[in-house]
């Protein structure tokens, strides 16, 4: 009897299997997103109808003690029925009081990540501005706390730029989106002065965090990209393409001062890029400066007179606040994801 190895497979078998496989795949994980919306749907609704309970009749915490043991005793196979957890809940129906909450960003998220929105922002706009980042770009709940604790809400967009001389909307936009102010870079462990090159090291030895750091969509390209001009050789820093803008991004470091002149330099690679390296299909190239320190005003004389679209940020070494280090627990503390009704992430 002819085994599987034996037989001869048709003619695009591979390529059908292939698409049974795919389909698989996008199927379960639709389904486990149906069932964590689910979730978190019922989440907020017992949360809104415990919170209704607290203003009616003034339910205290021996109330919700005694509601969350009856609960456990009815579903003993489900774990996220804590009084700490039935607290969670009460403050997320009181966070996102409109409904319905399954078309809201937040209810795409595991409630692990939910917590997290509610024990370290305090304000709803940037709640949800974290809780729609979370989703777009798939970050785990390790990368939406570092996200929160490295401000980068505030950063983000914060570099002075051309970008809305230079380019057209919605292109300088987008561009302005990435481009933060500052730069965190306290992954490196470095402190005090460092030489251009040992910053430019450092970044590549540390490139999953480089990439983090600069923003969903970032690939890297090269470091100390050649390019002969003449007879002359011209190297640049960092290049990135943008696979989401469809545009190369020249990063020129700095450890010193923004001086004029610099503004010059990235402009003349900003050009080489553009004509060696960019395709029809390819936006305009943009070039982000990073420095250690920027009088903005200088910057702002400089770039009105560059041709190409660039911004100019600075970076920071500097660790978390130490009022804050107490609030960020061990990676082996943090979990991405829960499980429906098995492990519900007991908060």
């Given at each position: 009897?002819?085994?599987?190895d034996d037989?001869?497979y048709p003619?695009?078998?591979g390529a059908?299997l292939?698409?049974l496989?795919e389909?698989?795949?996008?199927?379960?994980v639709?389904a486990?997103?149906s069932?964590?919306?689910?979730?978190i749907e019922l989440y907020?609704s017992?949360?809104r109808?415990?919170?209704?309970?607290?203003?009616?009749?003034?339910?205290?915490?021996g109330v919700i003690r005694?509601?969350?043991?009856?609960?456990r005793?009815?579903?003993?196979?489900?774990k996220?029925?804590s009084?700490?957890?039935l607290?969670?809940?009460?403050?997320?129906a009181?966070?996102?009081?409109?409904g319905?909450?399954?078309q809201?960003?937040?209810?795409?998220?595991p409630?692990g990540h939910?917590?997290?929105l509610?024990d370290?922002?305090?304000?709803?706009?940037?709640?949800?501005?974290y809780?729609?980042?979370?989703?777009?770009?798939?970050?785990s709940?390790?990368?939406l706390?570092?996200?929160?604790?490295n401000?980068?809400?505030a950063?983000?967009?914060?570099?002075p730029?051309?970008?809305?001389?230079r380019?057209?909307a919605?292109d300088?936009?987008?561009?302005?989106?990435?481009a933060k102010?500052?730069?965190?870079?306290?992954?490196l462990?470095l402190?005090?002065d460092?030489?251009?090159?040992d910053?430019?090291q450092?970044?590549m030895?540390?490139?999953?965090?480089t990439?983090?750091?600069?923003g969903p969509?970032f690939?890297?390209v090269?470091?100390?990209?050649?390019?002969e001009?003449?007879?002359?050789?011209?190297?640049l820093?960092l290049l990135?393409f943008?696979v989401?803008?469809?545009?190369?991004?020249?990063?020129e470091?700095k450890t010193?001062?923004?001086?004029p002149e610099?503004?010059?330099?990235?402009?003349?690679?900003?050009?080489?890029?553009?004509?060696r390296l960019?395709?029809?299909?390819?936006?305009?190239?943009?070039?982000?400066?990073i420095?250690g320190?920027k009088?903005?005003?200088?910057v702002?004389?400089?770039l009105?007179r560059?041709?190409?679209p660039?911004?100019?940020s600075?970076?920071?070494?500097?660790?978390?606040?130490?009022?804050?280090q107490?609030?960020?627990?061990?990676?082996s503390q943090?979990?991405s994801?829960?499980d429906?009704?098995?492990?519900?992430?007991?908060?």
């Amino acid at each position: 009897m002819p085994t599987p190895d034996d037989l001869v497979y048709p003619n695009g078998y591979g390529a059908f299997l292939q698409g049974l496989k795919e389909r698989v795949s996008s199927a379960r994980v639709e389904a486990l997103r149906s069932v964590n919306t689910q979730l978190i749907e019922l989440y907020w609704s017992i949360g809104r109808d415990v919170g209704e309970q607290q203003r009616r009749q003034g339910w205290g915490s021996g109330v919700i003690r005694r509601l969350a043991d009856d609960l456990r005793a009815e579903f003993p196979e489900v774990k996220g029925f804590s009084a700490r957890n039935l607290q969670y809940m009460t403050a997320f129906a009181r966070e996102w009081p409109a409904g319905p909450i399954a078309q809201q960003a937040v209810a795409h998220l595991p409630w692990g990540h939910v917590t997290v929105l509610l024990d370290k922002i305090p304000d709803r706009e940037q709640r949800a501005w974290y809780a729609a980042a979370a989703v777009e770009h798939g970050w785990s709940r390790n990368v939406l706390l570092n996200m929160i604790m490295n401000q980068t809400l505030a950063r983000t967009g914060a570099a002075p730029s051309n970008f809305a001389q230079r380019l057209v909307a919605p292109d300088s936009e987008l561009a302005q989106q990435v481009a933060k102010d500052p730069y965190s870079f306290e992954f490196l462990n470095l402190a005090g002065d460092v030489a251009e090159r040992d910053l430019e090291q450092a970044l590549m030895d540390r490139i999953t965090e480089t990439l983090r750091e600069l923003g969903p969509g970032f690939a890297f390209v090269g470091r100390q990209v050649h390019f002969e001009v003449g007879d002359d050789d011209f190297y640049l820093d960092l290049l990135f393409f943008h696979v989401e803008q469809l545009r190369y991004y020249v990063i020129e470091l700095k450890t010193g001062k923004f001086q004029p002149e610099y503004a010059g330099k990235l402009n003349f690679y900003i050009a080489l890029v553009d004509d060696r390296l960019r395709r029809d299909a390819h936006a305009d190239t943009v070039g982000i400066l990073i420095c250690g320190s920027k009088n903005n005003h200088t910057v702002r004389y400089s770039l009105a007179r560059a041709t190409a679209p660039m911004a100019v940020s600075t970076y920071t070494f500097e660790s978390l606040p130490a009022e804050l280090q107490h609030d960020v627990p061990a990676a082996s503390q943090l979990t991405s994801a829960l499980d429906w009704p098995g492990s519900l992430n007991d908060a």
